[in-house]
C-alpha cells in the first residue's frame, strides 16, 4: 500500500503502533509529497496519523492507493479518538 501525505509542518504516521512515515519539517508550505510504501499483514490495521502545526495555519491531505494505484477505502471505529490529548 502506497501511503501519501501533504501538510505544511509535522506529520506522522502510524500502522498498528509502528512508525511508517515521519515528516518533521517546519515550513510555511507543504514540502513533498510525503510516500511511504507498506505492506500490510492480513486482517484489520490501525493506521494512525498525527499532525501538528508548529508554524502556520496549513493545510493536510492524505491519501492511500494499492499496489495498482486505486483508492484504499478505510474505515473509522473510533472518530477522534485522542483528540485534544497533549
Known sequence: MRLE???????????????????????PRPVGPNVVEVLLPPGRNLLRVVQYQVAVRGHFAFSST???????????????EGAGAG
Not at 14 to 20: F, K
Open 5 to 27: 501525505t501533504v501538510a505544511g509542518d509535522q506529520v506522522v504516521m502510524l500502522v498498528n503502533g509502528q512508525p511508517v512515515l515521519e515528516a518533521l519539517q517546519e515550513q
Open 66 to 80: 494499492d499496489a495498482d494505484g486505486q483508492p484504499v477505502r478505510w474505515q473509522c471505529d473510533a472518530a477522534h
